[in-house]
Nanobody, 117 residues
C-alpha cells in the first residue's frame, strides 16, 4: 500500500522558517518525480516545488530563493525547507507524485502551515 505522510507544519511568524517532511512507504521516492503542492483557503492547489528522479529541482516563482526541496533516499523522505516565510505562504501543503503503474496521482493528507504574527 502506497502512503505519503506529511509533517512539520505549524504556526510561524513572518520571516521564520519551517521544514516539512513527507515520509513515503510502498514506493521508493528516488525513482519518482516528487512534488510539493499547497492549497490556500478559497484558492486552487498550486505546485510549489518539484524534484525529478534525476535530482533536478524546480520551483514556483513565489518559492524561488526561499524554499528548498530535497530528499533523503536512505529515509525515503522528501523535504521542503521554507525560509523567509510570508503570510501568503499560509496553506495546506501536500506532497505528491504520479504513479505511472496505477495511472493516478498519489497524495498525502497534508500539513497546515500558518504564517502570522
Amino acid at each position: 500500500q502506497v502512503q505519503l505522510v506529511e509533517s512539520g507544519g505549524g504556526l510561524v511568524q513572518p520571516g521564520g522558517s519551517l521544514r516539512l517532511s513527507c515520509a513515503a512507504s510502498g514506493t521508493t521516492i528516488r525513482f519518482n518525480n516528487m512534488n510539493w503542492y499547497r492549497q490556500a483557503p478559497g484558492k486552487e492547489r498550486e505546485l510549489v516545488a518539484a524534484i525529478t528522479s534525476g535530482g533536478i529541482m524546480d520551483y514556483a516563482d513565489s518559492a524561488k530563493g526561499r524554499f528548498i526541496i530535497s530528499r533523503d533516499n536512505a529515509k525515503n523522505t522528501l523535504y521542503l525547507q521554507m525560509n523567509s516565510l510570508k503570510p501568503e505562504d499560509t496553506a495546506v501543503y501536500y506532497c505528491n507524485y504520479y504513479d505511472h503503474f496505477r495511472s493516478s496521482d498519489v497524495w498525502g493528507q497534508g500539513t497546515q502551515v500558518t504564517v502570522s504574527s
